[in-house]
């Protein structure tokens, strides 16, 4: 392998560096933001739409069997036109996207599509609630009834999980591969020696995500008490570091050997377990269904679709930051531009431009503790310096680039050619064609059954040579070079010629 750009790009060592080094960033990003602390309710754009029509705001049972009713349907909505519509149409036949081919990231896309019809049904919900009017209270939007620190909590570990699942894979793959063969030899030894991988994944996911759980539900461990204002953030760099992070997280996709098709004969063990796909098979209803359906899920496409995942909540992130005001969240500007946490419920509920200023809430003295009102709020390091929507847009700048370069990879070398429509189950596929009998050859291809016949099978190993099996009549011989030599032999016979594989 020529030591170039791509060597290095690729290399074991820049994988795992970024791979690991998002974790870092997404728990920086959680520590310095604001809206970590923020005791109002949380409000994601789409997801929160569907986080509310399915889990809160139900005003009754009929009106709750209706709802059910309609997300069900957006489900079930999603679920085919995520497969036929987005997968197999626009993917598959009319983008080309090798990515794509076949069955692949089927499950990925029906998800984005139940989330995308989520939303859409909501808004026909909404509709129904204000042709009955009066239940302005129940309309479906972006508030999800939670608050904002609680929501940040479960993002936090949400990412963590998505984040080290990701890391934990591209280490796993490293070590079983040999794309670079002088890096970490006494690693891979002991990687592979029986169930290690298996046995360290389930012991260190265990162990270390017990850990963070307890210490971001508890707040055992306080950010802002540890760092001492070390270098405080601002909206602006925080703005910037959301945006690398998305960088990262696309990066880990770009670095992959197989980037952009995904075509090749490396396979991603799943993590924790000894294979690189699962298989189940669903119960289906002669009368309705005339063929077996089996749920297939791969090591590969399950580790990038976690990372997608992981993108929708680091977007998020990104848009608190670049919007960000404190007055939305229940916060306000102290001296040197610090921020502090308003905590009291009855004081969010009576809150205005007045109240929710240093001045006003050091200078007058709460009832119930007979101390100031800035006394009982949260004071961060974190800062809030006014900066202007156009310096916040440039930290998304990089993140475009990013994404420009992702999808320009994607659609000059990671498509099929129009000639090669139909091709495309060449790649790795372990199965064998089942041989056929001489009529229903003749059938099918409208020949006598003197003339030879020809099965071909595909090899059970990618190294394999495809095999020809030649099959002829009791007077005939398949590989005889002169007719007369054909009545001396008067038993079939069968020949297997290996023949040079076609992708090779």
Known sequence: MDKDFRYYFQHPWSRIVIAYLVIFLNFLLFAEDPISHSQTEANVIVVGNCFSFMITKY????????????????????????????????????LRLKMFREDHGSWMTMFFSIILFLFIFSHIYNLFLLMAGGMSTYIINEY???????????????????????????????????????WGKPARRF???????????????????????????????????????????????????????????LLIVMQDWEFPHFMGDVDVNLPGLPTAHLQFRVPYFHRIFKEEYHIHITGKWFNYGIIFLVLILDLNMWKNQIFYQPSAYGQYIGPGKKIY??????????????????EWRSNNTDPYTNKTYVEGDMFLHSRFIGASLNVKCLAFIPSIMVFVLFGFFILFFGRFKKSELGMENKDKTYTRIKRKSLSEHS???????????????????????????????????????????????????????PTEDPES
């Open 59 to 94: 005003p009754g049972v009929g009106w709750g069997v209706l709802k059910v009713i309609l997300w069900l349907l957006a489900i079930v909505t999603g679920l085919f036109a995520g497969k036929l519509l987005f997968h197999q149409r626009l993917f598959g036949h009319v």
């Open 144 to 182: 999800m009834n939670i608050r904002n620190e609680s929501f940040m909590k479960v993002a936090a570990v949400g990412t963590w999980m998505g984040d080290f699942v990701t890391a934990w894979m591209v280490t796993d793959l490293m070590l079983q591969d040999n794309q670079y063969p002088e």
């Open 191 to 249: 990687w592979r020696k029986g169930n290690t991988r298996i046995i360290l994944f389930w012991t260190v996911l265990f162990t270390l995500t017990s850990v963070v759980v307890l210490v971001i539900t508890t707040d055992w461990i306080s950010w802002d008490k540890l760092n001492r204002g070390f270098l405080p953030s601002d909206e602006a760099s925080r703005a910037f570091l959301a945006s690398f992070i998305l960088v990262f997280d």
């Open 341 to 358: 946490t308003v905590e009291d419920a009855e004081s969010l509920q009576n809150l205005n431009k007045t109240t929710l200023t240093y």
């Open 443 to 497: 059938k099918e291809m409208s020949i006598t059954i003197e003339n030879l016949q020809a099965v071909v099978e595909e090899p059970l190993c990618l190294h394999e040579p495809t095999l020809i099996s030649i099959k002829t009549k009791s007077s005939e011989i398949s590989n005889c070079p002169s007719p007369s030599l054909a009545s001396e032999t008067p038993r079939s016979s069968e020949h297997c010629i």
